[in-house]
């Protein structure tokens, strides 16, 4: 089945970088708000930005100030640009369209992007 396609994680010190990227154009919803989904060790899957087709952005508080969500229209691209990372920020990205919590298990989950920050 269709799925976006992250890529971009990796292992970083606290306070590092990271910028990852997904590619939804197999998903063929380039006209929908666009999410970065989160999934930390041992906890439930939250969104924690997204950004409509016209450029508006939301974050989780507790992303907000740290982390800058884009997107290429043209090409399905999301991108998630990851600054000051702490341990907390650990877990696996994933991207899809921006959905309630109560239908999550509806989308098509790709695989996700692994981050992981500890000293």
């Known amino acids: 089945q269709a799925q976006p396609v992250e890529s971009g994680g990796g292992s970083v010190q606290p306070g590092g970088s990271l910028r990852i990227s997904c590619d939804f154009s197999?998903?063929?919803?380039?006209?929908?708000?666009m999410a970065w989904y989160r999934q930390a060790p041992g906890k439930q899957r939250e969104m924690i930005a997204s950004?409509?087709?016209?450029?508006?952005?939301n974050y989780r508080d507790s992303v907000k100030g740290r982390f800058t969500i884009s997107r290429d229209n043209a090409k399905n691209l999301i991108f998630l640009q990851m600054n000051n990372l702490g341990p907390d920020d650990t877990g696996i990205y994933y991207c899809?369209?921006?959905?309630?919590?109560?239908?999550?298990?509806?989308?098509?989950w790709g695989q996700g992007t692994q981050v992981a920050v500890s000293s």
């Open positions: 899809n369209p921006f959905a309630d919590p109560t239908t999550y298990s509806l989308l098509q």
């Open positions: 950004v409509t087709v016209g450029g508006k952005r």
């Open positions: 197999e998903i063929n919803l380039g006209t929908n708000t």
